[in-house]
């Protein structure tokens, strides 16, 4: 394996619901290298979500250790970890999550504004972004003169603008058909190819993990199977039946 990005080390997570106890996640160990493409499986409440909120440092384990590229977790401060989820990882969602009033390249920009970086730079870096998923030339469209597929694209530019190490996606592809499911994993699979992503995709859709390199199950808690992907589809070469 390359040199690890993520490494879990018999985490734990525990939700207290008044004198009830949830245990989401229990005793997971796993790692994921640098250039790593990664699908999460698992059915509703197998523990996926609540280890992508701990590897996106939106939540801490309860117990064990989460380290982000050696670092653990645990022992950052709440504006260490904002500054780690703005320059290290992007987030990509189900739901785009743009403004509307916004048209696609100020979507994209905003992540260098809270930054405070200049007009021209933000413009610059914006459209390499949307370059990256093929939307340079609806740069100036709403929304809602997108289809949902161009908006989920504008929303992985708007995630890899900073030139993110690690992207964290949950269940990308879950509004969309299966042609711009299709051309989303085309457009993860180019960032992880060409630019070095390392990649982290939630999904219950076993062809969409097909797109990935490798795939965790989980089930209660607990992975239950770590594989590389046997059969992967490749955007652009049909898949495989």
């Known amino acids: 394996m390359a040199v690890p990005v993520i490494e879990v080390d018999r985490v734990r997570k525990v939700y207290r619901l008044g004198e009830v106890e949830v245990e989401a996640l229990k005793d997971v160990s796993l790692a994921i290298g640098t250039g790593e493409f990664v699908a999460v499986m698992g059915a509703s409440g197998s523990g996926k979500s609540t280890l992508m909120n701990i590897l996106g440092c939106l939540d801490r384990p309860t ?47 905003l992540p260098m504004v809270y930054d405070g970086i200049a007009a021209a730079a933000r413009r610059a870096h914006a459209l390499d972004a949307l370059r990256a998923v093929g939307l340079q030339e609806r740069s100036h469209h709403l929304p809602s003169q997108l289809s949902g597929g161009q908006q989920q694209r504008v929303a992985i530019a708007r995630a890899i603008v900073n030139t993110p190490s690690l992207l964290l996606a949950d269940e990308p592809t879950g509004n969309l058909d299966t042609a711009s499911s ?60």
Do not use: C, W
Request: charged fraction near 35%; charge should be neutral; avoid cysteine.
């Open 63 to 109: 117990e064990g250790a989460y380290r982000l590229d050696g670092k653990d977790v645990k022992e950052l401060d709440k504006d260490a970890l904002a500054r780690i989820r703005r320059k290290k990882i992007g987030f990509v969602f189900q739901s785009y999550n743009l403004i509307p009033r916004m048209d696609a390249q100020e979507n994209v920009e």
């Open 182 to 241: 299709d051309e989303i994993m085309g457009i993860f699979q180019g960032l992880n190819d060409e630019r070095g992503i390392t990649i982290v995709l939630v999904t219950h859709e076993p062809d969409i993990a097909r797109f990935a390199k490798r795939v965790l199950r989980f089930r209660d808690g607990q992975l239950i199977q770590d594989e590389p992907v046997a059969d992967r589809v490749i955007y652009g070469k049909g898949r495989k039946t």
